[in-house]
């Protein structure tokens, strides 16, 4: 028995990159799973690799009605809904002196209204199947002020404080809501430094090293599977140390 068997878990921007590297652990894991992006050949030739437990749909995280074809598309496929991971996500650095009103305002739709969206529209789903465990995805960026990331900072920040507000509301239907604050991992746009560069970029970092993906999306796993039923409303920060001092 995997750590996710029998699990039905909808997972946005999975496409490639870290949600990419979530749907292979997962469906190695046991779960069945509904993968969602706006680059639909790289969806669609994921799922196909992963074979019957994978299926994907399109979709534009800031429409609604897309997130009502993905939860119908999860019904359908699969039966139900059991986990949600709220993945999507859009990142650049800008002082906040010389940000764009309308990147802003992208940033928080993608960042912010995207998972906004996406728990409201697992919730029906959840109910019935008795509970379930939705896994937002912030970063450190949303535990501290990083210079030039004033618009992803926001919007992470938001996706925490909104996560808690959705772990204490939707908790009476054994529905739980946690965030993951990756620091910097190996792999991801967010991340492009040569392995040559280090040791001087992570020399006051307690784990000398960025992140795998893996190591994220194991965290990730774990919040989802039923070995957290007792965690809901906090912040799981997977750094390194970066964040200690």
């Known amino acids: 028995m995997g750590q996710l068997e029998g699990k039905r878990i909808i997972i946005t921007g999975a496409a490639q990159g870290m949600g990419a590297v979530h749907a292979r652990l997962f469906v190695e894991a046991g779960a069945r799973v509904v993968l969602t992006d706006l680059q639909g050949e790289a969806g669609q030739k994921l799922a196909s690799e992963l074979g019957k437990n994978a299926h994907f749909v399109d979709q534009d995280v800031t429409k609604e009605s897309d997130w009502e074809r993905v939860v119908g598309a999860a019904n359908k496929q699969f039966g139900g809904i059991d986990g949600l991971v709220n993945n999507a996500a859009i990142w650049w650095t800008k002082p906040v002196v ?10 928080l739709d993608v960042n912010v209204i995207g998972t906004w969206l996406g728990m409201r529209a697992v919730v029906p789903a959840m109910r019935q199947a008795g509970g379930g465990s939705i896994v937002n995805l912030s970063s450190i960026a ?94 799981h920060v997977i750094d390194g140390g970066r964040t200690v001092w």
Do not use: C
């Open 98 to 107: 010389d940000e764009d009103r309308e990147r802003f305002r992208k940033m």
């Open 142 to 235: 949303g535990t501290r002020g990083i210079p030039e990331h004033g618009a992803y900072g926001a919007s992470k920040w938001a996706v925490r404080g909104l996560s808690k507000v959705a772990a204490h509301e939707l908790g009476q239907w054994n529905i739980r809501v946690n965030t993951v604050h990756p620091g910097a991992v190996e792999g991801t746009g967010m991340f492009l430094v040569p392995e040559s560069e280090f040791d001087t970029m992570f020399q006051a970092q307690p784990l000398r090293r960025p992140g795998r993906r893996d190591e994220i999306s194991g965290l990730v796993m774990f919040l989802l599977s039923d070995q957290s039923t007792f965690i809901t409303g906090h912040e």
